[in-house]
């Protein structure tokens, strides 16, 4: 599975972006546990939330819980990453990843790099204040 992160760039503090993990073949994207985590310059990779495949059991990480949400789209063609109130601590370069194994009947949500297998390109997210 070969993944594209869309969507980012720059906004005001307080104002909103949509990121979109979809199947680079542009193929139903579906099966799949998905995690984002971004990226800032000079800081390592972290986990930002991910969506569980079973029954779409969100995660997140405190520093944006309330603000951002995650879900699938109504045909299971990419994975969303809504950013409301957006920070200029948020700026970052933000990832999508999934996990390989293909309809897991568990709901778990892995918070860490190696839980994922495939990692899409990052798109840039820049919050100025």
């Known amino acids: 599975v070969q993944l594209q992160a869309s969507g980012g760039g720059s906004v005001q503090a307080g104002e909103s972006l949509t990121l979109s993990c979809a199947a680079s073949?542009?193929?139903?994207?579906?099966?799949?546990?998905v995690g984002w985590f971004r990226q800032a310059p000079g800081k390592e990779r972290e986990f930002v939330g991910g969506?569980?495949?079973?029954?779409?059991?969100?995660i997140y990480v405190d520093s944006v819980k309330g603000r951002f949400i995650i879900s699938r789209d109504k045909h299971k063609k990419a994975v969303v990453l809504y950013m409301n109130s957006l920070k200029p601590e948020d700026t970052a370069v933000y990832y999508c990843?999934?996990?390989?194994?293909?309809?897991?009947?568990?709901?778990?949500?892995?918070?860490?790099?190696?839980?994922?297998?495939?990692w899409g390109q990052g798109t840039q997210v820049t919050v100025s204040s």
């Open positions: 990843a999934a996990e390989k194994t293909y309809a897991s009947e568990s709901d778990y949500v892995p918070t860490e790099i190696d839980g994922y297998d495939y």
């Open positions: 073949s542009g193929r139903p994207f579906g099966g799949h546990t």
């Open positions: 969506i569980s495949w079973r029954n779409d059991l969100t």
